[in-house]
Every structure is written in structure tokens, then in C-alpha cells.
């Protein structure tokens, strides 16, 4: 078993401090397999296959945090702000009807992303 005491539950606590167990808090940690079954429910992984970890826009700005983005909508509106300034992106030409996966690579602005499939 791996059980890492203090890093993985600081991180749940500080997303979510009633997340772990009574057991978890007097232990003040999580097993590993637990952690990672419990972010895979607060984001998008389990209900749509796939997370954002997060993202680098060609202006340089980054962000990580995306750990609770879960809904559909919470997903096309990062991606929208993703794409902003890029007019010829499926998110805009698109937004609103994206069906189907398409994978769209830019090399002059070294991007990715996946559209989502309509449920």
C-alpha cells in the first residue's frame, strides 16, 4: 500500500476540507489509490473522460487551476478563454454546437485541445 502521510491530504483539505475520512484526519493522510479516485470525482475525469491539468496561452499567461473543473460548461468556457484571440478556432466557430472529438494542432502557436462530444 502507499500511503503518503501529509502531501496528498494537504491537498485535499485545502480543496476540500471535509473530503477526508475521520480516520484520514487523525492520520493526517491519504492513500494514494483513495487521492486519486477522489480527484478524479471532483473533476471532469469521471463524468467526461478526461481533466484539464492546465494551460499555456500563446501570450505566455499559464494556469493550474482547474482542479474543479468538472461540468461541460465549466470545460468549453476554459476552453473558450483558451482560444480567445484565435477567431478561426473551433470554440468559435463552434461554440455552442461542438460535436464529435477533433483534435486541432496550430504548430505557429503550439496548441491543443479536443472538443467535446454532445451527451
Not at 496528498?8 to 486519486?36: C, F, L, N, W
Not at 478526461?50 to 461541460?72: E, L, M, P, Q, Y
Not at 468549453?76 to 463552434?94: C, M, Q, R, V, W
Request: glycine share 6%; aromatic share 8%.
Amino acid at each position: 500500500m502507499d500511503c503518503k502521510i501529509g502531501d496528498m491530504y494537504e491537498k485535499m483539505i485545502q480543496i476540500d476540507p471535509k473530503a477526508p475520512s475521520e480516520e484520514e484526519h487523525r492520520s493526517k493522510g491519504v492513500t494514494k489509490p483513495r487521492y486519486m479516485i477522489w480527484r478524479e470525482t471532483i473533476s471532469s475525469t469521471a463524468t467526461l473522460g478526461f481533466r484539464i491539468d492546465g494551460v499555456k496561452k500563446a501570450d505566455g499567461t499559464s494556469s493550474k487551476d482547474f482542479k474543479t473543473t468538472k461540468t461541460r460548461e465549466q470545460i468549453l468556457e476554459a476552453f473558450k478563454d483558451f482560444t480567445n484571440n484565435f477567431p478561426n478556432s473551433l470554440i468559435e466557430k463552434h461554440s455552442g454546437n461542438i460535436d464529435g472529438v477533433t483534435i486541432l494542432q496550430n504548430p505557429r502557436a503550439h496548441w491543443k485541445f479536443s472538443s467535446l462530444r454532445s451527451r
